[in-house]
């Protein structure tokens, strides 16, 4: 008996360690986005060809709940590239009209496709 106790405690204290560093965003230091571009690797074979996109994290008013972020790639192809996989992966994104090297997602929006892969459905 005290060794499934024993046990219990120490798999929820690797679930959480496991779990904070990906859940909280009010670090400085975000791993929300590698996190989330790990998983979209694992799925999407041609992203492994893509220069990694420069990363700016900001708050929008209204959302202070749910962090931005605007990425910044060095080609114009590789944002298509990036934005075949979040369509078939259902992450919703944002574009620019003047701007067709920048992209933007949410937060909660790469959190959700993080559960959604755990999940496995």
Do not use: W
């Not at 979209?40 to 700016?56: G, Q, Y």
């Not at 900001?58 to 934005?83: C, M, R, S, W």
């Amino acid at each position: 008996m005290k060794t499934k106790k024993t046990f219990f405690i120490l798999s929820c204290v690797l679930i959480a360690a496991v779990a904070v560093p990906v859940l909280s965003a009010e670090e400085q230091e975000d791993r929300v986005f590698p996190v989330f571009l790990t998983g979209l690797l694992r799925k999407h074979e041609e992203l492994k060809t893509l220069a990694m996109p420069d990363v700016e994290i900001h708050n929008v008013e209204g959302y202070e709940n749910d962090a931005l972020y605007l990425l910044t790639f060095i080609k114009p192809d590789d944002v298509q590239v990036f934005i075949a996989a979040l369509r078939e992966e259902n992450v919703p994104f944002g574009t620019f009209p003047q701007r067709e090297k920048q992209l933007v997602l949410f937060y909660t929006d790469m959190i959700r496709f993080l559960f959604m892969d755990v999940i496995g459905l």
